[in-house]
């Protein structure tokens, strides 16, 4: 990114509405303001003006905001106008900008530009895009959390503690005549210790930010007319799927997202499984199959009158994939008293069973509280931080780099060892805000937002 230009895009969302911003970054920017206002409007006051064309016709009149660099969101000059909210209107300010000499903005290069000049790190800035995009009041205030800097915080001081050890191994290294040999030292596998502890901490609090933001999916299968969407649209408060006693209703995957205790929940319901069918029934399964395979946990469905005995999970059982967790979930329990016994599923691992009744909601207290569970969600009091699944990858090969680091110190006194997996360590830690990363990681990161961001 050529960082001389000046950038120019609308800030607020395309569409009709009662106000629309145009936002402007760059070293044009005071150039641009006093061609198009007549003056350079006063530095962070709200000014009142006619935004002028070429002809020096007002294209629109509303309020202009000027911050001079550095003080402004992209460290760069920024201007915003603020006028009426029509599409017409904010498209012709933004042509006014392009022929004063700006080009449009690419997604999220206002904030890549405060990345790059050093106005927030990149768990700060990903916090943003979280922030916009968060789909609970849980989920919004654990990016606030990220946002105002309490992740990267976390992440600081797990690396100072890295470079405390780091800096310990490599003075041993660097004084080999001396008598003490620091490597054998009870205090270095006590930091070690204290180390692991830290990793955990700062793991927990990320694992639960991943979950606020991203949530779990969660496929309900099983065989035709068991309940399924039923039991969906008990989940869901609402008829999200068409319920009949025809087998073979669901012929494609719905998709519905809920909120249980602000955790996202991404359900879907699936065709029925079962031998035979038409080809679109089967295309249906096919589908279902492949969600299946992707799900983070299966709710499968028996109808607990016509199948107590849960014959139906037994034939499809071995057709499930091992990897993925399974909740076997008797329903219509309303019309049944029968309980299927734990020794019936021996010697494969038992699932878990829970007795439902979609017609009653009997049963959906302790199935929400199951699904809660399953996920290791605690209460968001915890101090959970918004995360991604990169900042869990970067701290999960943070804490193998220290484990190996450790094993070479115990199995071989291998200080140079040591300390070339810590440097590997730290440069993990790095990539979560931004001190080691790549173009690459950044076009990916930054071409996520919306434009105008």
Do not use: W
């Not at 000046?6 to 070293?27: D, F, H, M, N």
């Not at 596998?189 to 990320?206: D, I, K, N, P, Y």
């Not at 969407?229 to 799927?241: C, E, I, P, T």
């Not at 995957?253 to 249980?260: G, M, W």
Request: charged letters at 25%; a negative charge.
């Amino acid at each position: 990114m050529t960082r001389t230009e000046t950038i120019v895009a609308a800030a607020t969302p395309p569409g009709r509405g009662g106000v629309g911003i145009v936002r402007l970054s760059g070293p044009k920017v005071p150039e641009i303001a006093a061609v198009m206002l007549g003056e350079l409007p006063p530095p962070r006051r709200a000014t009142f003006g006619r935004f002028l064309d070429g002809a020096q016709q007002p294209i629109d009149a509303g309020l202009a905001l000027f911050f001079p660099a550095p003080a402004s969101y992209t460290g760069e000059h920024v201007l915003e106008l603020h006028g009426h909210g029509g599409p017409l209107v904010m498209e012709a300010l933004v042509a006014r900008a392009l022929e004063l000499g700006a080009r449009r903005a690419q997604p999220g290069e206002f904030t890549q530009r405060a990345f790059l000049n050093d106005k927030l790190d990149l768990a700060q800035a990903e916090a943003i895009a979280d922030l916009i995009d968060a789909g609970s009041r849980a989920a919004v205030r654990a990016a606030m959390r990220s946002l105002q800097g309490e992740f990267s915080a976390m992440v600081r001081g797990l690396t100072e503690a890295l470079i405390d050890v780091r800096t310990y191994v490599e003075a041993a290294i660097d004084f080999p005549e001396e008598e003490i040999d620091f490597l054998a030292d009870r205090e270095l596998e006590q930091r070690f210790a204290a180390l692991r502890e830290h990793f955990a901490g700062v793991l927990a609090s990320a694992q639960q930010g991943r979950l606020l933001r991203d949530g779990m999916t969660v496929v309900i299968a099983g065989p035709p007319n068991a309940g399924k969407s039923s039991l969906m649209n008990r989940l869901a408060g609402f008829d999200a799927a068409i319920v009949a006693p025809v087998p073979g209703t669901t012929r494609d995957v719905l998709r519905e997202r809920i909120e249980i205790e602000g955790l996202p929940l991404h359900l879907l319901d699936t065709a029925g499984l079962r031998i035979g069918g038409d080809a679109i029934e089967a295309e249906g399964m096919r589908r279902a199959r492949g969600e299946i395979a992707r799900a983070d946990r299966v709710l499968f469905v028996i109808d607990a009158a016509a199948d107590p005995a849960a014959e139906a999970f037994r034939a499809e059982r071995a057709r499930l994939p091992a990897e993925v967790p399974v909740t076997l979930v008797l329903n219509k329990c309303d019309l049944a008293e029968a309980r299927v016994a734990s020794g019936d599923f021996s010697p494969e691992p038992v699932p878990p069973r829970l007795y439902v009744s979609a017609l009653t909601g009997a049963g959906l207290v302790e199935l929400r509280a199951h699904l809660i569970g399953c996920m290791g969600f605690q209460s968001v009091d915890s101090g959970a931080v918004s995360a991604r699944q990169r900042h869990l990858e970067s701290l999960a090969r943070a804490r193998a780099h220290t484990e190996e680091a450790q094993r070479q110190l115990t199995e071989r006194r291998a200080g140079e060892l040591v300390a070339e997996e810590l440097r590997a360590a730290q440069q993990a830690l790095g990539e979560i805000t931004g001190e080691f990363t790549s173009d690459d990681l950044l076009g990916r990161i930054f071409g996520s937002f919306c434009i105008g961001k």
